[in-house]
Nanobody
Framework: QVQLVESGGGLVQAGDSLRLSCAAS????????MGWFRQAPGKEREFVVA????????YYVESVKGRFTISRDNAKNTVYLQMNNLKPEDTAVYTC????????????????WGQGTQVTVSS
């Protein structure tokens, strides 16, 4: 089993940057593809970005391409989401998730979920 804990959220202004972290427990972190999802108030959870086991393959939703970067450090059991040039529409609870499969771009494909961290971008 994998336990995931996100951190790094906060309140920022449009154009600012944030880096989210997702720390995983267990010794099998490198066996999982990792993804970030977000859910804005009144909206369904949506896929944002995913990275494969090694970090070599990544997939971004179109709306964050060029602004967000996912990376992972398997030695530290951590996946990161660097978010630059944040926009008010990026406001959401961001949650990381682990999947045994790749590519996995929907919530159903993920096996473990964190609790989420709030990101609020003011205009």
């Amino acid at each position: 089993q994998v336990q995931l804990v996100e951190s790094g959220g906060g309140l920022v202004q449009a154009g600012d940057s944030l880096r989210l972290s997702c720390a995983a427990s267990g010794r099998t972190f490198s066996s999982y593809a990792m993804g970030w999802f977000r859910q804005a108030p009144g909206k369904e959870r949506e896929f944002v970005v995913a990275v494969d086991w090694s970090g070599g393959r990544k997939y971004y939703v179109e709306s964050v391409k060029g602004r967000f970067t996912i990376s992972r450090d398997n030695a530290k059991n951590t996946v990161y989401l660097q978010m630059n040039n944040l926009k008010p529409e990026d406001t959401a609870v961001y949650t990381c998730a682990a999947s045994r499969n790749w590519p996995t771009l929907t919530t159903r494909g993920y096996d473990y979920w964190g609790q989420g961290t709030q990101v609020t971008v003011s205009s």
